[in-house]
Nanobody, 127 residues
Framework: VQLQASGGGSVQAGGSLRLSCTAT?????????????MAWFRQAAGKEREFVAA????????YYADSVKGRFSISRDVAEDTVYLQMGGLKPEDTAVYYC????????????????WGPGTQVTVSS
């Protein structure tokens, strides 16, 4: 299973970016991967990885970190196994490497609940 993210880049404070991440491949048992929950985490330089947002398989349940509520929006295309993170009102403190993650189960804010991870995409917000 591979997760490939795109959409990172550099933007000034107050700007917007949209990240996308698509899951492809097969599980260890050979079954075509169909993601359960998908999520975004981020890790700033010198800091631990932190939860950003998560969405259930059908998109009916979403979770957000308090720091991004009202500014970020997570959505997904179930048929394409793709998750999006629309980021608005960006602040310098949003600067980090953003990772997408997926599992076969329910949405969670805990990194340990996700079995599959993408390589990350850099988001840089300048003041």
């Amino acid at each position: 299973v591979q997760l490939q993210a795109s959409g990172g880049g550099s933007v000034q404070a107050g700007g917007s970016l949209r990240l996308s991440c698509t899951a492809t491949g097969r599980t260890a048992s050979g079954r075509t991967f169909g993601a359960g929950a998908m999520a975004w985490f981020r890790q700033a330089a010198g800091k631990e990885r932190e939860f950003v947002a998560a969405i259930s398989r059908t998109g009916g349940i979403t979770y957000y970190a308090d720091s991004v509520k009202g500014r970020f929006s997570i959505s997904r295309d179930v048929a394409e196994d793709t998750v999006y993170l629309q980021m608005g009102g960006l602040k310098p403190e949003d600067t980090a490497v953003y990772y997408c993650a997926a599992n076969l189960l329910a949405a969670s804010q805990a990194a340990g609940q996700y079995d599959y991870w993408g390589p990350g995409t850099q988001v840089t917000v300048s003041s």
